[in-house]
């Protein structure tokens, strides 16, 4: 029995045999189309090869598209379990000709593959085929099929549009005739909603293209678009008439079962079909970057997350199951979709983290709701006030709340339901409009009645498709914008940041097939939608049209390098300041940031370079930027800074950047972990370098940092070479006066110290430099005796005084004590006639030793020495005098 990844893997390489170029799935996110919120049929990627837009090295080309139908008008949730073909996630296998091939090759294909290649029996099928198009009912005869069974559609089911204009064409159909003994008859018949009869391929042939009058042209390029959905095919090839009887389905399911301890073929066996279906779509969503939350695919995730939990609890889990099953489904998939391998990690850990807290708030809603029941008359629906509780209070979507109520036989009262959300919308418009916001904001609440939330793309993307939803101008909706004229637009999904949490918003333009507009700023308004400012250039914006968003990628790069070098700068204070400093306030533009923390003082010249030093050790490490959505308690369990101002709901986005020796989160190692909802860098390296402008104050308590990255950075330290460069050239100009004029100062500076030092000598041989006694001379024990005390003479001029005065004596003894700021510098003299019967070593020895020194040395007419204490000079000169005594 062929398994659906054999099956996969024959479709592929048969069309790659005629000449096909295998393509890739594309992401579930489209890029390329703003009326789908995911990837539902296979020509999705394709859209604009069909309409010439776009061009590629192939004609022809086939896949195995990843399709999700979950939301919005393509929407299986609610029958998914409980029928035999309905599904979240599907694979659709597709061959595709852009102007290449048409219906005489298109259908012989489809016949070749199906009834030699997959083996199944010709009696077996029928095909349909638009009642006018009498091209495509000859090819099947001449394939060989019995005119008998070639059925003709008069209505849209056999009729495809792109939408309401554009690309269209007649499609044909092949249908695969279980057997009489399954209910149902063959297309077009008052039967044809049984499941006998079941549709297993879909050809497109798009030769038209219709206006908006209603009339066609054929178009010039005449194209094939195909689609089979892998899990039918599967199920007929492997004898069943159910999808989840294939291969691949029950490996899923026994790993529920397994994990379940829960017999899979019993009468829980919907509970494990629903698990293993959300499996895989949830898996499938998460790998292409689609995170749970309150809005848009996120929301829809969430959904389908929380359906499959409360189906894991019914069977009995109590603790999270989704996760364990991951491996399972990377053993079934992996091959085939390698990006599931590659976020294997992210996808446990956010199937985890989102089941660890819907099991609390499942047991407080399924608590709530068993109470109202109790309340209701047997077999009573529901009241909408209750069913809006569980979701305004406990988190409980309504569909939820209904998927329960299903299995007793009950409903809920959705008219109540919308009463009670309208109600709560008007208390929130009347809150809002009191704080004295703008005077246009009751258009914003308006709008955000009947649209839902704007979709933002722009964590992983600067580029994408928008449907514009609503404009504005002068506070009220228009239909259109002319061109020159600025309003606001509001589009389903963008790309565009709009300014929140300190970050300015994006700015760029928008392209549409005739005329395109500039986009000068994005604002958040109520409801969560997103207020493009726009200005047409040319043609007239109107409502309904389909553009694309290009985000300036220049401004972005600039700004989100700004925005996470405040996270590093912010990390850097707290280092270096304490534990105190926290965020209040900042700014991320394109040309500069601004961080204002909570400090007393202004920081010092060294405290400012030690966190611009170390802000740019992070950035030189260029470590990956990484993002997590958690609870806003998980994230402050593991350190995160909150921001100033910001207001959290149940979950956040935490931001991470930065390896140190000791730091935050799990790993003891992340530097800085914050709360934040902004754009950032993908390593820490993208940012350049980081200068800071300086401290100064904000306000009382509050000190303002202003800093520079990247190109302005750069910039800025090429202005300050610029500057010393000019001082640089003016003192390159006089370089030729330098060299004379320093040696005229030396030779000056050096004329003076002669003149000062023949100065002092003079006034101490004068007597007027002394202090304590005179320069007279008197008999000690016969012996001439001058001692001086000197002050402003150091001591190494007194070597020559010394000289001076034996020359001015003739015979006798010298004792200079020069006082040097409390320390004291000693010489002695003795003249030549004198020195066998006394020496100046000791005269200078006894002097010393009163003046706290260890004695001195030299000849016995010149010597020298030093002690601590000129204070004491009086007494060192005694005892000189005691030496000549002796």
């Known amino acids: 029995m062929a398994s659906l990844n054999d099956i996969r893997s024959t479709f592929l390489d048969y069309f790659h045999r005629n000449g096909h170029e295998i393509v890739p799935s594309s992401p579930l996110v489209p890029r390329n189309d703003p009326t789908l919120m995911f990837a539902n049929s296979g020509m999705v990627q394709f859209k604009n090869l069909f309409t010439g837009v776009e061009t590629r090295d192939y004609k022809r080309a086939t896949t195995a598209q990843k399709c999700v139908r979950a939301g919005g008008k393509h929407n299986d949730l609610d029958n ?180 379940t301890s829960v017999d899979p073929y019993g009468d829980k066996n919907v509970h494990h079909r629903v698990i293993a279906d959300h499996l895989r779509s949830t898996s499938f969503l998460i790998a292409d970057g689609v995170m749970p939350s309150n809005e848009g695919r996120g929301y829809v995730l969430r ?13 009995g889990s109590q603790e999270p199951l989704m996760h364990r099953l991951v491996p399972a489904l990377v053993t079934q998939m992996g091959a085939a979709y390698p990006e599931l391998g590659r976020a294997q990690a992210l996808i446990e850990e956010t199937l985890k983290l989102e089941e660890t807290r819907f099991i609390q708030t499942l047991d407080r809603g399924l608590k709530l709701l068993d109470d109202e029941l109790a309340k209701l008359p047997e077999g009573g629906d529901l009241p909408g006030a209750a069913a809006f509780k569980l979701y305004d209070t406990y988190g409980f979507p309504l569909d939820l709340t209904q998927d329960a109520l299903r299995e007793q036989g009950r409903a809920v009262d959705v008219a109540g339901f919308d009463a009670a959300m309208a109600e709560q919308k008007a208390k929130a418009r009347a809150a809002w409009a009191g704080t004295g916001e703008s005077k246009d904001a009751a258009i914003w609440f308006d709008l955000a009645d009947g649209i839902e939330p704007t979709d933002f793309l722009g964590y992983d993307t600067e580029l994408a498709e928008g449907q514009v939803l609503a404009l504005v101008v002068d506070g009220k909706a228009v239909d259109k914008i002319d061109a020159g004229q600025t309003g606001w637009m509001v589009v389903n999904q963008t790309p565009f940041y709009a300014e929140s949490g300190g970050q300015v918003g994006d700015s760029g333009s928008y392209l549409k097939p005739h005329g395109n507009g500039v986009i000068g700023d994005t604002q958040k308004m109520p409801g969560g939608l997103f207020a493009h400012q726009v200005t047409p250039e040319k043609a007239v914006l109107s409502v309904g049209d389909a553009l694309e968003l290009r985000v300036d990628h220049a401004r972005r790069t600039a700004i989100r390098a700004n925005h996470s070098a405040t996270h590093l700068l912010h990390e850097a204070l707290r280092e270096a300041l304490g534990d105190h400093v926290a965020q209040r306030g900042s700014l991320n533009a394109a040309d500069r940031l601004r961080f204002d923390f909570s400090h007393s003082k202004a ?33 402050r369990a593991i ?19 930065g390896r140190a020796a000791t730091g935050k989160g799990s790993d003891g190692q992340t530097w800085s972990i914050e709360l934040c909802g902004g754009t950032h860098v993908k390593q820490t390296g993208d940012i350049g370098v980081f200068v800071t402008l300086g401290d100064s104050a904000s306000s009382s308590g509050v000190r303002r940092i202003e800093a520079l990255t990247g190109a302005a950075a750069f910039e800025y330290l ?39 030092a023949q100065l002092r000598r003079e006034l101490a041989m004068a007597g007027g430099a002394g202090q304590g006694c005179g320069a007279e001379a008197k008999e000690v024990a016969g012996v ?21 005065h034996k020359a001015k004596l003739g015979t006798g003894a010298v004792l200079l004590i020069a006082d040097a700021g409390g320390k004291a510098a000693v010489a002695a003299g003795v003249t030549a006639d004198l020195t066998d019967r006394v020496s100046a070593v000791d005269l200078v020895k006894a002097a010393v030793v009163e003046l706290g020194g260890k004695g001195g040395g030299g000849r016995p007419d010149m010597a020298q020495g030093g002690g601590r204490d000129a204070a004491n000079a009086e007494a060192a000169i005694k005892a000189a005098e005691a030496v000549l005594e002796g």
């Open 80 to 259: 998914v379990g409980y029928t035999a073909r309905h599904h979240t996630f599907f694979e659709m296998l597709g061959n595709f000709s852009f102007g290449d091939y048409f219906k005489n090759e298109a259908i012989p294909f489809a016949w070749e593959l199906i009834t030699k290649d997959f083996g199944i029996a010709k009696d077996r099928l029928y095909t349909t085929v638009y009642h006018t198009d009498d091209e495509a009912f000859e090819i099947w005869k001449k394939v060989g099929v019995p005119e008998d069974r070639i059925i003709r559609i008069a209505t849209s089911d056999n009729f495809w549009q792109m939408g309401p204009t554009g690309p269209c064409g007649p499609c044909t159909e092949i249908f695969y005739d279980h057997g009489d003994h399954i209910w149902g008859g063959p297309p077009g018949s008052p039967e044809e909603d049984g499941d006998r009869f079941i549709e297993i391929w879909n050809i497109v042939f798009m030769q038209n293209e219709q206006f908006e009058d209603g009339s066609m042209r054929a178009l010039d390029m005449q194209s094939i678009d195909t689609g089979m959905g892998l899990e039918r095919i599967g199920a007929l090839l492997q004898g069943s008439h159910d999808n989840y009887d294939t291969d691949l389905f029950k490996a899923l399911i026994e790993a529920s079962a397994h994990a």
């Open 639 to 657: 350190g995160a800074q909150a921001l100033f101002g910001e207001k959290y709901g149940d979950e956040v986005r935490v931001v991470s950047m």
């Open 784 to 804: 001439p005796f001058v001692a001086q005390v000197l002050s402003g003479v150091s001591g190494k001029d007194l070597p020559s005084l010394i000289d001076e």
């Open 718 to 756: 090429c202005q300050q070479d610029r500057r010393l460069g000019d001082i640089a050239g003016a003192l390159k100009a006089q370089a030729a006066e330098v060299p004379e004029r320093v040696r005229a100062l030396m030779d000056e500076r050096k004329a003076l110290q002669n003149e000062v």
């Open 303 to 315: 959904r389908i997350m929380r359906r499959a939990m409360r189906h894991a609890h019914l069977l």
């Open 603 to 635: 920081l010092t010249a060294a405290e400012l370079e030690s966190v611009e030093r170390q802000v740019n050790e992070f950035i030189r490490q260029n470590s990956a930027v990484e993002t997590r959505i958690m609870t806003p308690d998980d994230a």
